[in-house]
């Protein structure tokens, strides 16, 4: 008899330690409600380790608790009790859903997802700021991780996904960097934005295959993307030299869209880039009359009938004859003037850009036009002064 109410003791005391280790759990989520965060910490991580309480459920939706209320602290001394409490909640989170088997806990954990998941944006915009990109990249991916709950319904949050290949693309993480511009890709964000940055990831790889082929899809989905021609015929002058391709594309381009602005304009580059400067002139007055304010459009062409009459000028100074002289800079300054009004309106449009006054600058002085000039020259300085 004496030897059975020993074991009834013993066993009462053991029930007792187990049901002590789960009052711990109690008294770490009160210690979390009364502000007392570093005593809910010392309680919950005792829990923890207690063989009692280490593999209750509870035990990591308080420890959740307490770590999102670290992270979401402003105060100093509080937000260094524990490393990474933003990942240390989710995972607690995690690991609670995982130990309940009966899902008593997930629609009360459910409550907190959405702060932990703003938790994690925030988090991520101050490391993007701080150019620590590779933290940023790991804390937009927290966020998508925490919008995989079923609270959120199933809706992915295409920003993060873009930002997160971004994080990446900055901190040089190519291979991160192409999977997340593929899904943003898969997503329909970002037109033609993300299919540049993947291919500028691939040429850093050194992949040019599929740096073209990146492309080449972008255009196919986006033919009218002004990021996208361009890149494309740049890709094709300046890697292939291949004038014609980069003109079949805008010539493709144009049949889907033919009063694009953006198209003429990328065709007027691609013409000036092969030496045809009279078609180039056309496109680009054609890209000003389908948007009459098209700063580059204006820019480029004053910049190409400029520089014109600076070659033309140039070379006058290879005839002696005196007359056959001031006849060849007569036809420069033709040049000159031409370019005038085309260039007057880029800095109209934008006028704090820099080349665009010092353009004017030279084709002040060269038309004689002393008061602009000087004009021109007060916006320079108070454009490289600020």
Not at 14 to 29: H, I, N, R, T
Not at 147 to 161: A, C
Request: with cysteine; hydrophobic share 40%.
């Amino acid at each position: 008899m004496r030897k059975l109410v020993l074991l009834f003791l013993s066993l009462m005391m053991m029930a007792g330690s187990g049901f002590a280790q789960k009052g711990k759990v109690a008294s770490a989520l009160t210690y979390l409600e009364n502000n007392e965060i570093e005593k809910a910490l010392q309680a919950i991580l005792a829990a923890e380790q207690h063989e009692k309480s280490k593999d209750w459920y509870r035990t990591y939706y308080v420890k959740g608790r307490i770590m999102q209320a670290i992270a979401e602290s402003k105060d100093e001394k509080v937000k260094g009790l524990a490393e990474n409490p933003a990942v240390q909640a989710f995972e607690s989170y995690e690991k609670a859903k995982k130990l309940d088997d009966k899902g008593k806990i997930n629609k009360t954990i459910e409550l907190y997802l959405p702060m932990l998941a703003a938790d994690f944006i925030n988090k991520a915009v101050d490391e993007f700021q701080k150019q620590d990109f590779k933290n940023s990249y790991t804390s937009f991916g927290y966020a998508l991780k925490v919008q995989e709950d079923p609270v959120f319904g199933g809706t992915i949050d295409t920003t993060i996904v873009y930002n997160a290949g971004l994080a990446a693309y900055n901190g040089q993480m190519w291979d991160e960097a192409i999977e997340y511009f593929k899904k943003t890709i898969d997503l329909n964000y970002g037109q033609g934005t993300p299919f540049v940055l993947m291919k500028n990831a691939y040429l850093n790889k050194g992949d040019s295959a599929m740096a073209v082929k990146t492309l080449q899809e972008g255009f196919n989905k986006y033919p009218t993307d002004q990021n996208i021609i361009v890149e494309l015929i740049n890709y094709y002058l300046l890697n292939e030299h291949d004038n014609q391709a980069a003109l079949d594309y805008i010539k493709l381009a144009k049949e889907k869209d033919p009063t694009n602005a953006s198209i003429y304009f990328a065709e007027g580059y691609a013409m000036d880039q092969v030496g045809k400067k009279d078609s180039a002139i056309l496109s680009y007055k054609k890209a000003i009359e389908y948007d009459p304010n098209f700063t580059n459009a204006y820019y480029n062409l004053g910049a190409l009938i400029f520089n014109d009459g600076v070659a033309d000028f140039d070379s006058c100074a290879n005839i002696m004859d005196n007359t056959e002289y001031k006849k060849c800079v007569e036809e420069a300054d033709k040049k000159f003037a031409e370019s005038l009004p085309y260039l007057e309106k880029a800095h109209e449009l934008n006028p704090k850009e820099v080349n665009t006054m010092e353009t004017l600058k030279v084709l002040y002085y060269r038309l004689k036009m002393y008061d602009k000039r000087e004009q021109i020259i007060k916006e320079l300085d108070a454009a490289k002064g600020q």
